[in-house]
């Protein structure tokens, strides 16, 4: 074993509390005669109410993980269980459905409908839902409240900051209640001051709100706020400690 490597144990009882649980998931890439191994058995277990942070070159696979952890790309091998689903058992269809019950997303650079407003963006994944008017004014307001974006609904997000389109972002990610939060790089296109806000906010949505939340970056003061630390190398994940985190340049 590598310097902070901690060998993953996963019991029955633990599968079934985790939030995500992958075990032994490979997943490669074919391009034409290239054969990319991006994750290469690779275990990760995150419990319900934790905040994990992955860090790790670029290309490694981070982002890829993201997608097998959501369904959005099936593993080639390995086991997926999100919130107790197993992906391989389930199709398409349901694959899509226990995403959008469980799973919210935060990108790097926002992914806001220009042509829509603020509360607009918001409401936007409650278009899936079944839900009466006055239920949906009441989840987007309250969405609204929790980021402190009240003030700013009315703004297209060309007409906001950065930081603040980021805020709408996190809004729309958690209108639907769910119970584990993705993000790719959420402070990567922002300044320091911002970037604080929006690691202030997500580690709030852990902490008050009770959320699982992953988050990728390649800032290790954003890895920081995790519980929990994680280098992608080589296909695997690494767990490692604050000062190992922060011995990282
Ligand atoms: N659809 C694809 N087809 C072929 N190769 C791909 C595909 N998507 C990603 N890759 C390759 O897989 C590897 C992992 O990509 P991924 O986007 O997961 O990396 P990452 O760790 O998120 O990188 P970054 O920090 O730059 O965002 C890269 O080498 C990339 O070129
Ligand atoms: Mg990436």
């Known amino acids: 074993m590598m310097q902070g490597e901690t060998a993953v144990v996963v019991t029955e009882d633990a599968v079934a509390q985790a939030a ?3 075990q032994q998931v490979s997943k490669a890439y074919r391009r034409n005669r290239e054969h990319i191994q991006v994750l290469d058995n690779l275990d990760l277990q995150v ?3 934790e905040m994990i942070s992955i860090m790790g070159p670029s290309g490694a696979g981070k982002s890829t993980l993201l997608d097998v952890i959501s369904g959005v790309t099936t593993a080639d091998g390995g086991q997926v269980l999100l919130a107790g689903h197993d992906f391989a058992l389930l ?14 997303f935060i990108f790097q650079f926002y992914c806001l409908i220009p042509v829509l407003n603020a509360w607009q963006n918001i409401e936007l ?3 899936l839902w079944k839900m009466s008017k006055a239920d949906r004014q009441i989840r987007v307001n309250a969405a ?41 790089e959420p402070t990567g296109d922002l300044n320091r001051e ?17 959320k699982t939340v992953v988050v990728v ?13 994680y280098r992608l190398e080589n296909g695997r994940l690494l767990e490692e400690n604050a000062a190992e985190v922060k011995a990282r340049v």
């Open 20 to 22: 995500i649980c992958l």
């Open 47 to 49: 419990n319900k109410g």
């Open 91 to 104: 199709s398409e269809a349901q694959r899509t459905q226990v995403r959008g019950r469980h799973i919210g």
């Open 125 to 127: 994944p409650l278009g």
């Open 144 to 184: 609204l409240d929790m980021v402190a974006m009240k003030h700013r609904q009315q703004h297209l997000p060309s007409e906001l900051s950065g930081g603040e389109q980021q805020r709408i972002a996190i809004a729309r990610a958690v209108v639907s209640n769910p119970d584990i939060v993705l993000c790719d």
């Open 194 to 210: 911002m970037g604080k806000t929006i690691m202030t906010l997500l580690r709030q949505l852990c902490v008050e709100y009770g």
């Open 217 to 229: 970056t390649h800032d290790h003061d954003v890895a920081l706020y995790a519980d929990r630390h």
